[in-house]
């Protein structure tokens, strides 16, 4: 049982196009990350999330903390987004609990 | 440094043998994380720093995993004797002050266990 489920696992999308990027999760948290990794390994820190919405450029990402559930929002997509994104629930303390990841690809 | 960074890179151990993996985090950095990640899985966490103490070890997966930071900055995570299955990558990440500061990633090590 994975505490942290995201979908979908894999997007493809076009150039321009908005994307949306689901993560639930099962535990009670204190904070909720977005991560961004790229081919090679590099890890980016995008979000932490307590509660509502935060935005940063082209990337929106929001959560429900009664339904457990958030997401990340990319507007008017570019190849260069193509990553793995990755969501993490963080506990009261200091244990995170990661999913799988979602990996998209946006072709030009 | 401007980042987090790790060393080695890349290491390539034969079963049985020890390694140590250092971290180096962005200076100033109070909070220390260490992380494992398998192939085609996401980072699970292994355990934390807080200075040089060591708030929480519940995520290392037996006692051959052994981290340490001595005087609050770069940190080191050993593997004793190591297995086939310790082979992943091994990220390193800091924060500035607890836990509830953004994290900020090395590029990890890759350790393969031949």
């Known amino acids: 049982k994975n505490e942290v489920e995201q979908s979908p696992q894999n997007l493809t999308a076009q150039e321009g196009e908005f994307i949306t990027i689901n993560c639930s999760y099962s535990?009670?948290?204190?904070?909720l990350h977005w991560l961004q990794q790229h081919p090679g390994g590099g890890i980016v820190s995008l979000f932490m999330?307590?509660?509502g919405k935060k935005k940063h450029g082209r990337l929106i990402a929001t959560i429900n903390i009664q339904e457990k559930h958030s997401s990340l929002h990319i507007t008017a997509s570019h190849p260069r987004d193509s990553a793995v994104y990755i969501c993490?629930?963080?506990?009261?303390?200091?244990?995170?609990?990661f999913g799988t990841g979602t990996s998209l690809t946006v072709i030009p | 440094g401007a980042g987090v960074s790790q060393s080695p890179r890349y290491k390539v151990a034969k079963r049985g043998q020890d390694v140590a993996l250092r971290c180096d985090p962005i200076?100033?950095?109070?909070?220390l994380f260490w992380y494992q990640q398998a192939l085609g899985q996401g980072p699970e966490f292994l355990t934390y720093?807080?200075?040089?103490?060591?708030?929480?070890k519940s995520g290392l997966p037996s006692d051959r995993f052994f981290a340490e930071r001595p005087e609050g900055s770069v940190s080191t995570l050993k593997i004793q004797r190591t297995q086939q299955e310790d082979s992943a990558v091994y990220l390193c990440a800091s924060s500035r002050a607890g836990v509830e500061e953004t994290q900020y990633f090395g590029p990890g090590t890759r350790l393969l266990v031949l």
């Open positions: 993490a629930a963080q506990k009261a303390g200091n244990q995170f609990y």
């Open positions: 720093f807080q200075n040089e103490a060591q708030l929480d």
């Open positions: 999330l307590s509660s």
């Open positions: 200076s100033g950095h109070v909070s």
């Open positions: 535990v009670g948290i204190s904070a």
